[in-house]
């Protein structure tokens, strides 16, 4: 019988890359804006925590997270209006 793996989940079966595309969409980034007392704001960018199953994929595929994601000013300051 197989063993989980140190994540806790079963890789016993390969997934489909529709499933695996499917697991990373799910992982999101978002930014949090903190107002300082002179009127200018910190933006720091956030990725959220992948679950034990994305943790899994991420590793068979040799891939790791960042903690933060580098705020990209220029598109914010260039961002087209809608």
Request: charged share 20%; hydrophobic share 35%.
């Amino acid at each position: 019988m197989p063993k989980p793996s140190v994540s806790g989940v079963n890789n016993t079966q390969p997934l489909s890359p529709m499933r695996a595309l499917a697991l990373l969409s799910t992982l999101q980034s978002a930014d949090i804006v903190l107002p300082t007392t002179d009127g200018r704001k910190i933006r720091l960018r956030r990725i959220t925590e992948p679950t034990a199953e994305q943790k899994s994929l991420l590793q068979q595929l040799s891939m790791t997270l960042p903690d933060s994601l580098e705020f990209n000013r220029e598109w914010f300051r260039h961002k087209p209006s809608l």
